[in-house]
């Protein structure tokens, strides 16, 4: 009999698991995503990635505000699933619906657990400038991340992930993890390994203002804390004429400070733009100032010549 699956998801990150079911034998009886939200600079209502995957597919999309009420909990259990297969979708289940099914409901997580447990793993593993990270399928309980894990995969993070790069690696990865093991799962051939909590990580959900960038720290972990923070919400300093978001950039093992140059101090060394960092020297390749449009930092400093120093008190 083939298994019915419930999918929850909401962004991008979501979508590859969900093809992957609605490519498989399993029967997809329906989508639970977040409902249609205002975005962009222009505030137009617009649907999550994974409801208009499903709908191109044919699946019926519910989108509850909550899934705490009486009213959302029956509609689950109408659809008699066997499993539900979380991604990313941005509610915390309650008992009521991770009883449901018999198969439980199990998480597609976006790094190696128990290290970094929450909303933002992909960029705390950039930050902290672990080697590599992966996918983990969990068995949800009520806890953050704490379930029994089911299955990982890794992969390593290299020099020039950023948080959106890595998500797409991930995301992709998560969806083969999930093909892979779904059939032993619902066989009854896994048995899912308790985590060590004594090893878990916390991975909190960003916030705008931590894109500061310190120039006093070292130039290597400003390059992570650019790449960690792309493409929201985004790394940002400031320059005498307002807000400068910094895009891309590397460490400049080549290139030495000026004398008695401190950190947040800019240069310019032959086509190159570079600050001073707590240690080391930082290149900065991409960036783009207050109302303007993304650019090269050698056309920025030459629309601002006064640019000598960037605040150091973030």
Not at 98 to 117: D, E, Q, T, Y
Not at 124 to 137: C, Y
Not at 142 to 168: F, N, Q, W, Y
Request: glycine share 8%; with cysteine; aromatic share 4%.
């Amino acid at each position: 009999m083939t298994a019915r699956i419930i999918f929850m998801g909401t962004p991008d990150f979501a979508v590859p698991s969900l093809e992957a079911l609605l490519d498989s034998d399993y029967q997809v009886v329906a989508v639970v995503t977040q409902p249609d939200r205002p975005r962009g600079r222009g505030k137009k209502v617009t649907p999550p990635p994974v409801k208009v995957t499903a709908q191109q597919a044919g699946v019926p999309v519910l989108q509850p505000e909550t899934l705490r009420t009486a009213e959302a909990v029956a509609e689950l259990t109408a659809l008699a699933p066997d499993l539900i297969v979380v991604a990313a979708f941005g509610q915390i289940l309650r008992p009521d619906v991770l009883n449901l099914p018999r198969h439980g409901c199990i998480n597609v997580h976006a790094s190696l657990l128990p290290r970094w447990r929450g909303a933002a793993p992909v960029a705390a593993a950039i930050r902290a400038g672990d080697a590599e990270t992966g996918v983990s399928l969990m068995v949800m309980e009520e806890g953050l991340d704490t379930g029994p894990v089911i299955a990982r995969r890794a992969i390593p993070i290299s020099a020039t992930h950023t948080r959106a790069t890595l998500t797409a690696d991930l995301a992709a990865l998560g969806a083969q993890l999930l093909t892979d093991t779904l059939p032993a799962w619902l066989a009854g051939q896994i048995q899912a390994e308790t985590q060590d909590d004594r090893l878990a990580t916390k991975a909190s959900l960003l916030k705008k203002e931590e894109g500061a960038v310190n120039w006093q720290h070292a130039a290597a972990r400003i390059d992570r804390h650019i790449r960690a923070f792309d493409p929201w919400p985004g790394a940002f300093t400031e320059g005498p004429r307002g807000r400068i978001k910094l895009l891309q950039s590397g460490p400049a093992a080549d290139v030495s400070a000026p004398p008695q140059a401190g950190p947040g101090f800019v240069f310019k060394q032959g086509k190159g733009v570079y600050v001073v960092t707590g240690d080391g020297v930082l290149k900065l390749e991409t960036v783009q100032p207050a109302g303007k449009k993304a650019m090269p930092a050698l056309a920025m400093l030459n629309g601002q010549p006064e640019l000598t120093q960037f605040s150091r008190s973030q």
